[in-house]
């Protein structure tokens, strides 16, 4: 295909019928854990080709099989159904292009991406050409080698690399035996051509305008990653690039140091836009089929979907009070299902009827000693009470290590064994700050962590470290007002003025009120938060 091409058709529009409710799948893959409301087929299909996604990053990025030494939480938990246009929907309609959306969070990083495109006629979508709308599948292939690349390849990426890259894989093909990477995003296409390129501010963009960032990140980021990524001369040159970024180089020096003459390569990169993109192609690393154990869901665990998603997507106080009647009439029609107790454990938890979820928890946790998920809301539920009642905090530590004795591994109890000592203001030994170092390692993409450990290496005075975790998530938060200040307090750090860097990344009270200086989620890389668990909603805009 080329870069250029656009096959205009006239279009036929129609009222669609409403399609046939679909059944509920569970699909378990080494890597992922998908809800699906599709049938099994499709479901299988589906779940094998992430899978194969997982494969090419590995052979791309370099860091060869699993060795199985990632732990069950790292699995990403993937909600299939409706159309595109309900993603939005989850979200408030606060922005009505969203394609999907992935939320990579410690205690479980989720993505939610549609079944397929609208199909029920929309007055809104008349005139739109075929072809330009973001395809269902591509949100999440391009969202997992974000999460991919956190937990395997942390760097400091640019804008522009950082969605480049990930938009060379959000058109992946599987052919019998082999993968086809690069094909062009043609929902990309309009924003590629329309718009002049200017590389030096697509290197070093001057503003903030989200428009102008999504067409440099997006568009022209895909056409400069293809172009470095497919030249066999030009990709050596990525790694030096990247380099220089981390070590600090101006944006534009490190540019020029990697890529030599700007205006020679924006030249090749003018030509390469109207010429025909370049593809890879891959042989599989395993021949055969990846392994996937597929079920359907039970009447409790489908009754317990709606509240159970609109949990993961996180909702405000008067959303969680809509959902409390639902939840508790679900427990006494389903009294003894594991899966209907806990979602009604973070119904309750999300209304802080901390006493209520603490029951929930301990009975699921007496009918099922080995579940993680029930034993961290059993641990959490004192940890959010100490603000009010100090001695609680002992209740919770000795909780966050039960709860690491049954999965040593997971990053959220070593997190939480940590903050019972830094909320508390007690000495900190030494296993607890190896517990965040461990939280870390699991869990390198959870922004709260990350700079709850910037925190503890800034206090023993190891900017170097503190500094080279920092990096990164400026880099990915660029233009996001928390990144933005971590930025703006570690420039003052540096001069001297170590304060606002030490209260940005101090770990607060998880039920402590948001101070006035907070900010609001803004979108695409919002904050990562400031102490508890961390949060960054990160969307995919549709066209």
Sequence with gaps: ?????????????????????????????????????????????????????????????????????????????VFRFGETQNMAGLLGNRS?????????????????????KNVSYDRSNAGRIDGLDLDPKAVLFHEYVHYFMYQHRNAPYPGWYREGFAELFSTLRFEEDRFVIGDT????????????????????????????RVVHYYGHGWLLASLLNFTPERRPQITEYITQIAKGTDRLEA???????????????????????????????????????VRKLGADEVA?????????????????????????????????????????????????????????????????????????????????????????????????????????????PLF?????????????????KAALESAYEFAPFDAGIRTTLVHMFLLEGDTEIANSLLFPLI??????????????????YEAGEKEPLLKLVKPRHPAAEPEDDDDEEDGEGGEGGEGGEGESVRLLIAG
């Excluded at 924003?191 to 428009?211: C, E, G, H, R």
């Design 96 to 116: 009505s292009g969203v394609g999907g959306f992935f939320i990579p969070r410690a205690s479980g990083s989720v993505a939610f991406v549609p079944r397929r």
């Design 304 to 412: 317990r979907m709606d509240l159970m998603i609109a949990s993961k997507v996180g909702v405000d106080e008067k959303r969680a009070a809509r959902q409390l009647p639902e939840a508790r009439a679900m427990v006494e029609r389903f009294p003894q299902s594991k899966a209907v107790l806990l979602a009604a454990t973070e119904v309750e938890f999300d209304n802080k009827n901390y006493a209520e979820a603490e029951v929930l928890a301990k009975k699921i946790l007496d009918a099922d000693p080995k579940s993680i998920d029930a034993a961290i809301y059993y641990a959490q539920v004192p940890l959010m009470q100490s603000l009010e009642d100090p001695a609680r905090m002992a209740v919770a530590r000795e909780r966050f290590i039960a709860a690491n004795k049954m999965a040593n591994d997971h990053p959220v």
């Design 185 to 212: 995003p043609t929902w990309r296409s309009v924003s590629i051509m329309a718009v002049n390129i200017d590389l030096k501010k697509m290197l070093d963009p001057p503003t903030k305008n989200y428009d102008e």
């Design 475 to 492: 880099q990915s938060g660029e233009g996001a007002r928390f990144a933005d200040r971590l930025k703006a307090a570690l420039e003052k």
């Design 1 to 77: 295909m080329r870069v250029v091409s656009l096959v205009f058709a006239i279009l036929a529009f129609a009222t669609a019928l409403p399609a046939k409710a679909a059944d509920w799948y569970l699909a378990e893959t080494q890597h992922f854990t998908i809800y699906s409301e599709d049938s099994e087929k499709a479901t299988l299909e589906f779940a094998r080709e992430l899978e194969r996604l997982d494969e090419v990053l590995r052979i791309i990025s370099g860091v060869g099989p699993d060795d199985g030494g990632m732990p069950d939480s790292a699995k990403v938990v």
């Design 416 to 432: 939480g064994y940590y903050l019972t000592y830094a909320l508390a203001g007690d000495e900190m030994p030494d296993n607890a």
């Design 255 to 293: 540019a020029k140091i990697a890529f030599g003459d700007l205006d020679q390569l924006e030249k090749e990169l003018k030509a390469y836009r109207t010429s025909a993109a370049k593809v890879l192609k891959i042989p599989y690393m395993n021949k055969e089929e990846p392994a996937v154990e």
